[in-house]
């Protein structure tokens, strides 16, 4: 059975979350259903939502019984024509809850668009227009079309002319379509936005506001958000009509079953410190997190080449090649999966044990996101979070957020994975004494023995290394090298915490700059000016450009300094010293869907600002083209 199937079926340790039926495998698998479980009398079942028979049939045929708390209670609401705002996490059965009320909301005599899903990728776009398309099974030539950027225009708007009734797709593609005017949307009747916080987390803010601006005012909206925080609240009081509020599941109720623990990793000595966690682990399979795309597709480049079963999966992997990838993670061919968040949304996989999250998220609630992939089906996790020495901040928020402190840890040694790799060895012995055919060894050791005299306990020993891969002077070298690292980092540590408790106790800021009233925060006078292709007219605020620069460049915002916005660039003083790894990462970064191509700012380039302009058609890496113009500010 498929778990690729996006909300369909909500997690069994979901605590609000009733049993469900199981999912709908993809088309291109044939996976047997399981015998769906049996409703209890008093939870309710898909034949009480008062479904239209074509549906009622669809969703028979597919096994469902019990919906999930999220379909439970929103269906009856869009059924009725309500707005509804609904809170859940991935895996609640999102898509049913606003695909079924949005197919019996369409008409399938009219060959027109008539409902409107935008949701934040392209691959989550192909998996919601599968989803709505086998509900729709059993009606009468509806026809679903998911449109997405890194596509070719013309099947899509050949698709778009012959006409159909539901367009899922990505905000930038939906726009393109618009503009060209292969999209018409007079005849919308239901609009859904998915994964609304990841949407404008992205930047597409500028592009929903006018899609919503096309489409007729009167209308039903349904909006899901894994959170709900002050910039969605505004997108729903401006865009839903007396909206019906519906969550399910507290965002730190998912994370009960995880031991969450962190520990300090400065950023160079991450590869190694992920390298050994993975082999010390017992998990059955991990999943590592990253911030970006590029940084997945190192990770995971670094580890095949250690010689770990790993794959990446991030928005630029086809949505076959996710099944495959998905499926050899499921089947046990495959042991660690690198992804980033938005990839990762929907994977459900019981033998995950351990989530890694090698870069900190950039939203708390991410992080609970995250760790949900284990501590499934009734298991417990384990969750190890790598924070920089300048990143306990963001540490402290997520403790904010899921309302409990993380246990510090340590990162194991070299030593400890030897140890590690010989006890599972020697765990080995009585099976394989017991399965026999041993002569053939028994007797080269008793030979090396006689021969060389040697104590039998330190031939064992010496065995024993040698199987686990300690071949002695190099694996001492290791060990003194991890000593070395972790004496650093305590020093830096230190130096870190004296140097707060100076600032605290210099009342008059001198020794830290200038105070920056208007904002709140003490800025540094001095620092290394650097050049941002990036400035008014992409929309961009000094707030992102900070977050940018913190997220991506292992500095604190006391590093920043003065911030100087002009029309198609910025300057930045940073204090903090940046070496070329730094850089490269932040050159990729981006605001408000730009890169920030970060350089040393050497003057006024001759010709004015115009020179300073990247020029190019910049696109997300979904392939959407990035929005033009201001963009709010982004919140944390």
Not at 481 to 503: L, N, V, W
């Amino acid at each position: 059975m498929s778990l690729d199937t996006p909300d369909l079926i909500a997690p069994q340790n979901t605590p609000d979350t009733p049993t469900q039926a199981p999912e709908n495998p993809p088309r291109d698998q044939e996976a047997p259903h399981a015998p769906a479980p049996a409703a209890t009398p008093d939870e309710p079942t898909f034949a009480d939502l008062d479904l239209p028979a074509p549906l009622r049939a669809a969703v028979d045929e597919l096994g469902f019984v019990t919906p999930s708390a999220i379909q439970a209670r929103a269906i009856p609401e869009l059924l009725a024509g309500r707005d509804i705002t609904g809170v859940a996490q991935t895996g609640t059965g999102k898509t049913a809850a606003f695909g079924l009320p949005l197919l019996a909301a369409v008409d399938p005599t009219l060959r027109k668009v008539q409902a409107l899903v935008l949701t934040p990728t392209r691959e989550l776009a192909m998996q919601v227009a599968d989803a709505i398309e086998s509900f729709a099974a059993q009606m009468d030539d509806v026809r679903v079309l998911p449109v997405y950027g890194g596509a070719p225009y013309v099947p899509q708007q050949r698709a778009l002319r012959d006409g159909v009734h539901v367009v899922v797709g990505t905000p930038g593609r939906i726009k393109d379509h618009l503009e060209r005017g292969a999209l018409n949307l007079d005849d919308i009747r239901f609009l859904v936005l998915d994964e609304a916080d990841e949407m404008l987390r992205m930047g597409f803010a500028e592009d929903v506001e006018e899609i919503f601006g096309q489409a007729p005012a009167k209308r039903q909206v349904a909006l899901f958000s894994a959170t709900m925080p002050p910039a969605i609240r505004k997108v729903a009081d401006q865009h839903l009509t007396d909206p019906v509020q519906i969550a399910v599941a507290r965002q730190s109720s998912t994370v009960t079953a995880v031991h969450q623990t962190y520990a300090v990793v400065p950023f160079r000595h991450k590869i190694g410190a992920l390298t050994r966690v993975l082999a010390t682990s017992d998990a059955d399979a991990a999943i590592v997190f990253t911030r970006t795309r590029g940084a997945a597709e190192d990770v995971g480049s670094a580890l095949v080449e250690k010689g770990i079963s790993a794959a990446t999966i991030s928005g630029d992997v086809a949505q076959k090649e996710r099944e495959k990838i998905v499926e050899r993670l499921r089947s046990g061919a495959l042991d660690v999966l690198v992804a980033t968040d938005v990839a990762a949304r929907g994977l459900d996989v019981d033998r995950i044990g351990l989530v890694v999250n090698f870069d900190v998220p950039g939203e708390p609630e991410a992080y609970v996101h995250r760790i949900g992939r284990t501590g499934r089906a009734g298991r417990t996790g384990e969750a190890l979070t790598f924070v920089t020495p300048h990143e306990r901040g963001k540490l402290r928020a997520i403790e904010r957020t899921i309302r409990a402190q993380l246990e510090e840890t340590d990162i194991p040694s070299p030593k400890d994975v030897s140890a590690h790799r010989a006890k599972r060895t020697l765990d080995k012995i009585a099976a394989r004494r017991e399965a026999g055919r041993l002569e053939m060894y028994a007797d080269l050791i008793r030979t090396y023995l006689q021969e060389n005299d040697a104590d039998p306990v330190d031939v064992a020993a010496a065995v024993t290394a040698l199987a686990v891969g300690d071949d002695g002077p190099r694996a001492r070298a290791e060990q003194e090298e991890y000593e070395r690292e972790r004496a650093e980092a305590k020093a830096a540590a230190a130096r870190r915490a004296a140097s707060r408790d100076g600032d605290r106790h210099d009342r008059s800021g001198a020794s830290r700059g200038r105070f920056d009233g208007e904002r709140g925060i003490r800025r540094p006078a001095r620092g290394t000016r650097y050049r941002l292709a990036v400035g008014h007219t992409h929309g961009v605020q000094p707030g992102g450009i900070v977050g940018a620069l913190t997220n991506e460049g292992g500095i604190t915002g006391a590093d920043v300094g003065k911030i100087d916005i002009f029309g198609s660039f910025s300057l930045v003083d940073i204090t903090a010293p940046l070496d070329n790894e730094a850089l490269d990462r932040l050159a990729r970064a981006r605001v408000a869907g730009k890169p920030l191509r970060i350089t040393l700012d050497r003057g006024a380039p001759r010709g004015g600002e115009r020179s300073a302009r990247t020029g190019g058609d910049h696109r997300r890496p979904d392939g959407d083209r990035a929005p033009r113009g201001r963009t709010p500010q982004r919140t944390r």
